[in-house]
């Protein structure tokens, strides 16, 4: 049997998304395409899926017999909505990141959910499917350095558009290294805080570019990710634990080093696409796979959940200058 996949949202990732379903990944074909533009859904069609229907609103697609499944790669306003549409309508739903803009969004989402008793969502954080992370992971649950005390992170994107806000570098940026250490730790975050560097001259300075985040975790782990959109220099994250004996460190992307004119050098990606390439295969596929068994194992609406709220102190934290605590509602019983 094939998941029949229906494709909202056909931007930058969300055609790829689609190419990776029609080229690479097993056991999904490509059914239907939305595009808020609808002429970007047909050009997406005709160069991936010739065969996929282009429906004319996302209701149309979410409810069309042919979609087994749904994968949402809209603007991020649009997500909680097309989400719960997408599970009140009993379908499957892969959904990129925030899963919703706010927590009390992902609280909908995690009661719509819980209601129907059965985990219907995946949220696209694809760092959990990288080789580098995943080898991370396997050293911390070995607890390779013996107790953890810090980590120090760096999250940069060569440039971000004139569109992105400072609240941008929080909710769609930082909230990747949130989930990361989500995952990778195991517990959740009490408290954050923002602290603003000297902005880059490279952009307007109302973006405050960069910014470092500090997170505390429940067991005291003290984090600082350096957030930075317009490093100019490449697409780049970095991830380092201190232990009481030693350091665990995620390790550069696989890339030949090439010695010339006097030099010694390896290239640096220079997007998330290239980045996390391999990753984003894996996630979409573990999303079908799951589909197909009656059982998704990737992201879910809690770890959205987890995500949006500690990005929500954080923002809190841009405005107040302060230390923000961060409370959780207790975790449904759904996800434990
Ligand atoms: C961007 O906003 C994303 O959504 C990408 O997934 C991430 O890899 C990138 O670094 C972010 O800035």
């Known amino acids: ?6 494709f909202i949202g056909t931007g930058d990732l969300g055609a790829d998304h689609v190419r990776r ?16 533009t609808q002429s970007r859904a047909e050009k997406v069609a005709r160069q991936f899926a010739p065969q996929a229907r282009v429906t004319a609103t996302p209701e149309e ?24 549409k997408a599970i009140q309508a009993g379908k499957y739903v ?3 990141k925030p899963l919703a803009t706010t927590a009390e969004g992902c609280e909908r989402i995690l009661k719509t959910e819980s209601a129907i008793g059965k985990r219907l ?5 694809m760092r959990v499917y990288d080789q580098g992370y995943l080898n991370l992971k396997s ?46 730790l195991g517990e959740s975050f009490t408290a954050a805080q923002v602290l603003y560097p000297r902005s880059t001259s490279k952009v307007d ?11 505390e975790t429940e067991s005291g782990v003290l984090i600082d990710v350096e957030i930075f959109v317009n490093c100019q220099f490449g697409y780049d994250v970095q991830c380092a634990f201190i232990g009481e004996s030693g350091e665990i460190r995620l390790p550069e992307p696989a890339r030949a080093t090439v010695r010339r004119n006097g030099q010694n050098h390896t290239p640096i990606t220079m997007g998330c696409k290239e980045r996390f390439e391999t990753a984003y295969d894996r996630e979409l596929q573990a999303f079908v796979d799951g589909v197909t068994a009656g059982k998704l194992t990737g992201p879910d609406s809690w770890a959205g959940y ?8 954080c923002i809190r934290a841009q405005k107040s200058g302060h230390r923000e605590d961060i409370r959780l509602i207790p975790q449904p019983g759904l996800y434990q």
């Open 205 to 215: 300075a109302a973006l405050q570019d960069p910014q470092l985040v500090i997170l």
């Open 1 to 6: 049997m094939s998941v029949r996949l229906g």
């Open 94 to 96: 892969f959904c990129e």
């Open 139 to 184: 050293l911390v649950d070995q607890k390779a350095i013996g107790p953890l005390l810090m980590a120090h992170a760096a999250h940069r994107n060569p440039t971000a558009g004139p569109h992105y806000t400072r609240e941008m570098l929080i909710s769609e940026t930082l909230i990747h290294d949130v989930n990361t250490f989500h995952w990778l």
């Open 61 to 84: 697609l979410i409810e069309s017999p042919q979609v087994d499944a749904v994968v949402i790669s809209s603007a991020s306003q649009t997500h909680e909505e097309l989400v719960l």
């Open 306 to 313: 987890v995500a949006s709220a500690t990005a929500d102190a």
């Open 21 to 36: 379903c029609a080229n690479i990944m097993a056991g999904a074909t490509v059914s239907a395409l939305y595009n808020r």
């Open 121 to 125: 969502v995946q949220v696209g954080f």
